[in-house]
């Protein structure tokens, strides 16, 4: 089945980033996804292949977190203290081939602010 040519180019732009862009042990790889509904966010260790952990505003803490800037600020702060107190100082921003603004940058600056380096 072909994709259209819309999503076809976001695959590409996912691509063209995960290549430039992979976790260590020491700097896992973030990745946010953004849908209609939802905010997904993994912290990946790419070298093992294993998830270090996950949040999303499915989960029960965060039903009422929206997919725009205040929840994406919220799951931000979760996410950096979560990430703080499993022992990472850095971090590698895995944007999934969206633009870095909006609901993005919010995310990212709420990591920042939980004191997080990338």
Not at 12 to 41: C, D, L, S
Not at 46 to 67: E, R, V
Not at 93 to 111: E, I, N, Q
Request: aromatic content about 6%.
């Amino acid at each position: 089945m072909k994709l259209s040519k819309k999503k076809e180019l976001a695959q590409k732009r996912r691509w063209r980033i995960r290549k430039k862009v992979n976790g260590t042990a020491e700097r896992p790889r973030v990745a946010v996804r953004f849908t209609n509904k939802n905010i997904h966010v993994q912290c990946i260790d790419d070298t093992q292949g294993h998830t270090i952990l996950g949040l999303a505003t499915t989960h029960s803490d965060f039903k009422n977190c929206l997919p725009n800037l205040a929840g994406a600020d919220s799951l931000g702060k979760a996410l950096g203290e979560q990430i703080k107190d499993k022992g990472y100082t850095a971090i590698v921003f895995d944007r999934s081939g969206r633009k870095y603004h909006g609901c993005v940058k919010a995310f990212a600056d709420a990591l920042r602010e939980q004191g997080l380096k990338f």
